[in-house]
């Protein structure tokens, strides 16, 4: 049985779909902080918890006979700013705890997000490679380093067959933004589709690295799925969809709502955007498991144009 925690957040509303169709679904249990994620999995078994109480998520373990873990809860980089020891806490307590876990457990899988926010201002920004200095400044980045050398540490000195992607900023139409220093990306087609003008806390040059959440989904997948032996990296894997500014995600935009407007009004994110890369190299990922991406900019738009409204229906602005 798979385990996934933080089933509601934006992977893991999409993540734990694909899973119950991939192993099916009473195979899935998703499990989320609130209780009114419920309403959202309709097509498994869904349990409260809180990562962070450790006697609940041990018996649940025991007690369902969970073979493999999903650890997507954690605190993403910006609201990680504004509550730097609780996001430390949280992130690195709960995938400790789940670590910890598959070792007793002699669990057969364990899935854990990192991400770009690995990487610093000292980080080369263009095609960063997979072993590079990295030197984090925000606290979701320095525990998402230190997780991926604690992974590494529990494969090697364990035996825990724990998996890890550094994902870039993940867009999808399933999930309100939450959070990340990426999340304009999602939140900007909401206003497009609203009719109403956008407002940008990036300034419109700032390029991030991106991937739509397909291509995310698929990834996970397909490193989850790969035999043992194929799996070279223990810290976590590089992963690139494609890299754009919010000028460029405007114009992908503007293509299908002419009149859609824009401004930029920087912020605090602008600080953390400037500390990662523009662009990220993903050879190993390709050489190991095979990887490489479904979609490019103009294509995500259109997908998401097309299939937002059904999850969000558009509040059009009151004329
Ligand atoms: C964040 N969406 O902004 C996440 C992601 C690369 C960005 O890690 O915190």
Partial sequence: KILVIGAAGQLGSELTKSLAELHGQEQVIATDLNEQARSKFDFCRFEVLDVMNQEKLKSLVKDEKITQIYHLAAVLSATGEQKPLFAWKLNMDSLLSVLEL??????????????????????????????????????????????????????????????????????????????????????????????????????EDSSLPMMYMPDAIKATIELMEAPKESIKVRSSYNLAGMSFTPKELFESIKKHHPDFEIEYQPDFRQQIADSWPDSIDDSQARADWNWSPDYDL???????????????????EKV
């Fill in 102 to 203: 598959a070792r007793e457990f002699k669990l057969n899988k364990v899935y854990w997000p990192s991400s770009i926010a690995v990487f610093g201002p000292n980080t080369p920004k263009i095609k960063t490679p997979q072993f590079v200095v990295k030197e984090p400044n925000t606290v979701y980045g320095i525990s998402k380093q230190a997780g991926e050398q604690w992974c590494q540490y529990y494969f090697e000195k364990y035996g825990v067959d724990v998996r890890s992607l550094r994902y870039p900023g993940l867009i999808g139409y399933k999930s309100l933004p939450g959070g990340g220093t990426t999340d304009y990306a999602v939140d900007i087609y909401h206003k497009a589709l609203a009719g109403e003008k956008f407002t940008c806390f990036l300034k």
């Fill in 298 to 316: 103009d294509q995500m738009t259109t997908d998401i144009l097309r299939n937002l409204p059904e999850y969000f229906p558009i509040k059009k």
